[in-house]
């Protein structure tokens, strides 16, 4: 059973891409168009890594990033913030608040890929 | 009876004990101790006020006409109320421009110009020249009197009996008592050889007459109150007895007492004496202030016996055989008293001989300063101009004045003064030395006042004084026919001298006072009025009016530009004063201006009038003008030049007024930078925003081009269907790319400044009609119904064809978007009303809620809540909409419910109608 990763986006068709790329890769992939939503599958599934965007309709993922880290239970839920905005201070934030990495949109989906196996310890390897 | 001698050994030796004090007086000023710079040593000095005419004259009025001997001391003690006000000014006036007479006041006032301060001398002169006769009258009658009682008892007697009035003056006695006191004069007044500085010597002197004066007055009148009679009471009980004893206790005219205040108000302010010692030998200005209540009271215990002692006298003396002007003396020697007689008679000669020695003094520098020398240099006579030094001839000048004005009294008591008693000449003096009053008082309060007018003042006044006082005085006496006071110049009654005008029912002073200060006053406002000030003269005016407000460096004379050589100033203060002072003068300007006088310069405008300032002491204001003009260059600035450094004042003036407008510019200006800056601030950050708000917008469908491209490039998984699927999605987001960054570029064209709109005549309709047309297939594809409420033949509007096409598009799209996924409807609504085309654009889809109806016209605001996430669109559509119709003139908004539908209401205005046709 591979691990679980939570997306969380408003964007439809990213959300399409980034289900396709981590079925690809071997991993299970749940995904919430809301705050709301993110909220109700992380009690549900308690995923092994979150794929987070920073802008979303009823929150920001800043926002969800420090509910996560404030609760032991959710202790070893990596996070990738994932955004649009480019910007110095959103990365410096993000990474303040206790995410795990910062990926810029556009991204490259090799470089993401990547990033998720080797926050999740090489589950891909085990797979292939 | 005492012997001649005795009289004239205490007579000696009291002259002797004042030069004693003197000396000492002048010692003590020379160590810089000075004895006079104290109150009570200042107010006894101005008691030189109370002559012989007091002292003897007083008692003689009071005993034939009774308090009529009171209005000349009422008169002063009126003056000291306002003596601060006038005084300290004439006084401050007077330090700060070395004036040391009142003829140089006058003179300086008025521009300096020498022939003023010959008018004022000549009437100083003349007018004081009785009242010297008077003193010498009074000395030379109790002479007689207290050296021959009783063979004589009157003056009348003592001219009759003996044949005084011979021709042998060598034996007349008020010939000697005349050079005596000419040459007690020189030597109290001209002993030392600096004419400038002041005569503390002198003062200490008159001030130890004004206490033996004081002190023999009072002896006699105790004597006479409680010696011979047992005091106040006693005496007014026998003195009932006196026939029309009672009408020397009334007032006779109040209209002549009147007079006689106002007269002697002017005489303690302007008598040359008077201002001699309350204005040039004054130490300190706030000596006035105690003086103002010691020195009326002097003259209120010296009047304390003045009634008692008349009416002693007429007791004692009844039948009217006994010179009342006497009754001091002859009171104590007719009860023997022989000593108290002679302390008396020293007493008396006190009060004489201070008058005389201080009057001559002031007058002699006036006739020197402001007569003599003015017509030397005039003439060149003697050669003044080149003398190497003038003080001996300075001197010799004032000496020869003071022998000139003695005799000049003697010659008035000779011819005129024997037939007036002591009170009426005293008079006429005082309403001489009146006619200054206009200039003096004028001048130091109005700056208006001009040589012209003070001249025409003084010398109206003066004639009418000769006319109706000095010419009757000389018909009186026999000089020339009485009948010139009865019937008037040529006969012509209007011009009697008494009655001039036919003016009646006043004595022969009053009549002169008010006919002479009439004159004189009109004259001297009335002229200066019409008659333009020169620039010398408005300067001065200003200086003297101002004395109070400029500090004494600033001199507005220095507007007057002047230059002579240092050597020809040095030349001239040695001639004048001497080496010593010369270089005394010359280092302290120099050392507080830091210049070195070796150098070769010129002296400039500042040292030049600082010369003449010290010139002036000496030798008067005008002949120091004209003194230092003859070694200056002198450039009198004319009107325009003046007004030109005015101007050049006003333009500094209105340049620092600028300075300071200039600076609350700049707050203001500083203050709209600090708001301006805010503004950008806000600006930067709401620009910020924009640009990380479109970065997001555009890096979203590029996220998913790219993902699905790379996808497609690197995964062999991909079967044909998610291919296809996925292509689809890369070409849907890339249009929504192009989209955007078209919507952008519209957005930015539609807010710049220089956009210009295409405009025509619109018809709304066909512009509703052709939009649908473009979204038919959007509305067949999502089974939208089409409702229409359109109101026929509305008028066109203007606007721009493409434009409003857009603006159709985005709200039709809009709404189609936002649809019931089932049952939607889209109705289209068209009214005009009030020139305006009204349109609303229904659907009955999502909704949007009450927070979002105010951000969805905002650039990339979209409407968050919305049933199945978010919608496609960039946020930028509903911004343009509303840009466009604003471009328009219209206003659009938004009515909606959450799950009811949304109504978009918007309008535009018509065209105006005759455009139409």
């Known amino acids: 059973m591979g691990k679980k990763v939570l997306i969380v986006d408003d964007e439809e068709n990213i959300v399409i891409s980034l289900e396709f790329l981590l079925t690809s890769s071997g991993y299970e992939a749940i995904s919430a168009r809301n705050g709301k939503e993110a909220y109700e599958l992380l009690e549900r599934h308690n995923p092994d890594l979150i794929l987070l965007d920073i802008m979303l309709p009823d929150c920001t993922g800043f926002e969800i990033c420090q509910h996560v880290r404030g609760n032991p239970k959710f202790e070893k839920i990596k996070i990738i913030l994932l955004t649009a905005r480019g910007m110095e201070k959103d990365i410096e934030k993000g990474i303040a608040i206790g995410a795990d990495a910062y990926v810029v949109k556009p991204f490259s989906t090799k470089d993401l890929v990547k990033k998720i196996n080797e926050l999740l310890g090489g589950s891909n390897e085990i797979r292939q | 009876m005492l012997k001649n001698w005795i009289i004239l050994l205490v007579s000696f030796g009291y002259i002797g004990l004042l030069f004693a004090i003197a000396y000492y007086g002048d010692r003590r000023a020379d160590q810089k101790k000075s004895i006079i710079s104290n109150h009570y040593i200042y107010s006894l000095s101005l008691a030189v006020y109370c002559t012989a005419w007091t002292f003897y004259g007083s008692v003689g009025l009071a005993a034939n006409s009774g308090l009529n001997f009171l209005p000349i001391y009422l008169g002063p003690t009126l003056t000291m109320a306002l003596w601060f006000l006038v005084m300290r000014k004439i006084i401050r006036i007077c330090k700060q421009h070395h004036i040391t007479s009142i003829a140089d006041f006058i003179t300086s006032r008025y521009g300096k110009n020498p022939l003023m301060g010959g008018v004022v001398t000549i009437i100083a002169v003349i007018g004081i020249i009785p009242y010297i006769a008077l003193q010498l009258k009074a000395i030379s009658t109790n002479f007689m009197v207290i050296s021959q009682y009783p063979d004589i008892i009157s003056s009348t007697e003592l001219i009759l009996s003996h044949g005084y009035k011979s021709n042998r003056v060598f034996q007349d006695t008020p010939f000697f008592i005349a050079l005596l006191l000419a040459a007690f004069t020189i030597i109290f007044g001209t002993r030392h050889i600096d004419t400038t500085e002041r005569h503390e010597g002198l003062v200490a002197a008159i001030a130890f007459e004004s206490i033996v004066k004081l002190a023999a007055f009072l002896a006699v009148g105790i004597f006479v109150t409680y010696g011979i009679y047992d005091g106040f009471g006693d005496l007014f009980e026998k003195a009932k007895k006196i026939p029309d004893v009672t009408k020397l206790l009334r007032i006779d005219s109040y209209n002549d007492w009147f007079w006689s205040i106002f007269v002697s108000m002017m005489a303690i302010m302007f008598l040359p004496r008077q201002f001699q010692l309350t204005v040039v030998e004054n130490v300190n200005e706030a000596h006035l202030k105690k003086a103002a209540w010691l020195f009326p009271l002097y003259m209120l215990i010296i009047n304390i016996f003045v009634i008692p002692i008349a009416l002693g006298g007429l007791l004692h003396f009844p039948g009217g055989n006994v010179d009342a002007d006497t009754f001091v003396l002859t009171l104590p020697m007719a009860e023997h008293q022989e000593a108290l007689a002679l302390f008396v008679f020293i007493g008396g000669m006190s009060a004489a001989t201070g008058m005389v020695i201080v009057e001559t003094i002031a007058l002699s520098t006036m006739m020197c300063n402001d007569l003599v020398i003015p017509v030397l240099l005039k003439t060149g006579f003697m050669k003044i101009a080149y003398r190497a030094d003038l003080r001996n001839m300075l001197l010799l000048i004032r000496r020869c004045c003071i022998i000139a004005l003695l005799l000049g009294g003697y010659l008035y008591y000779h011819t005129i003064g024997e037939y007036f008693p002591l009170v009426s000449i005293g008079m006429m003096s005082f309403t001489a030395v009146a006619q200054f009053a206009p200039s003096i008082l004028g001048g130091i309060f109005w700056k208006r006042g001009t040589l012209q007018g003070a001249m025409s003042g003084l010398v109206a006044g003066f004639i009418i004084w000769v006319y109706t006082l000095t010419i009757p005085s000389l018909a009186q006496s026999g000089v020339i026919s009485q009948s010139f006071i009865e019937n008037g110049l040529f006969g012509i009654s209007f011009l009697r001298p008494f009655h001039l005008f036919g003016m009646e029912g006043m004595n022969n002073i009053s009549h002169?006072?008010?006919?002479?200060?009439?004159?004189?006053?009109?004259?001297?406002?009335?002229?200066?009025?019409?008659?333009?000030?020169?620039?010398?003269?408005?300067?001065?005016?200003?200086?003297?009016?101002?004395?109070?407000?400029?500090?004494?460096?600033?001199?507005?004379?220095?507007?007057?530009?002047?230059?002579?050589?240092v050597p020809d100033l040095q030349t001239l203060l040695v001639r004048f004063l001497g080496a010593d002072n010369a270089q005394r003068i010359l280092a302290k300007y120099a050392g507080k201006r830091g210049i070195n006088l070796e150098d070769p310069l010129p002296a400039d405008t500042d040292m030049v009038a600082y010369v003449e300032k010290h010139l002036a002491g000496t030798i008067g204001s005008a002949s120091a003008r004209a003194i230092v003009s003859s070694v200056t260059t002198e450039e009198v600035m004319s009107l325009e030049q003046m007004m030109t450094i005015l101007d050049e004042t006003q333009q500094v003036l209105a340049y620092s007024r600028e300075l300071e407008q200039k600076s609350l510019e700049l707050q203001k200006a500083s203050e709209d930078l600090k708001n301006a800056n805010e503004r950008l601030k806000e600006l930067d950050r709401l620009k910020d925003d924009f640009i990380s708000t479109i970065t997001h917008e555009l890096r979203t469908p590029l996220t998913s081009i790219r993902s699905f491209s790379e996808i497609l490039h690197d995964s062999p998984k991909v079967d044909e269907k998610q291919r296809q699927k996925f292509l689809g999605i890369i070409i849907q987001e890339s249009q929504r790319l192009t989209r955007l960054i078209n919507q952008i570029l519209d957005l930015h064209k539609l807010e710049s400044k220089n956009l210009t709109l295409d405009f025509s005549k619109i018809n709304i309709a066909a512009i509703i009609r052709e939009s649908l047309e473009v979204l038919d297939q959007l509305i067949r594809k999502r089974n939208i119904k089409l409702i229409f409420d359109l109101q026929e033949k509305v008028n066109p509007v203007r606007g721009d064809h493409d434009y409003l096409m857009q603006v159709m598009l985005n709200l039709f799209a809009n709404a189609i978007k936002y649809s019931k996924p089932e049952g939607g409807d889209l109705m289209i609504r068209l009214r005009e009303r009030k020139m305006k085309i009204w349109i609303d654009v229904i659907d009955n889809g999502v909704g949007i809620s009450g927070d979002d109806q105010h951000i969805i016209f905002e650039k990339f605001r979209q409407a968050k809540n919305m049933a199945g996430g978010r919608p496609q669109g960039s946020g930028l559509g509903l911004p343009i909409t509303r840009r466009i119709i604003e471009l328009h003139g219209g206003r659009i908004r938004v009515k909606s419910r959450p799950g009811a539908g949304s109504t978009f209401t918007f309008y535009l205005p018509v065209e105006k109608a005759k455009e139409i046709n």
């Open chain 2, 512 to 565: 002169a006072l008010f006919w002479s200060m009439l004159i004189n006053i009109s004259l001297y406002a009335g002229v200066s009025i019409f008659s333009r000030q020169s620039e010398t003269v408005s300067i001065q005016a200003e200086l003297f009016v101002d004395v109070f407000k400029s500090p004494p460096e600033f001199r507005k004379s220095n507007l007057l530009k002047r230059e002579a050589s």
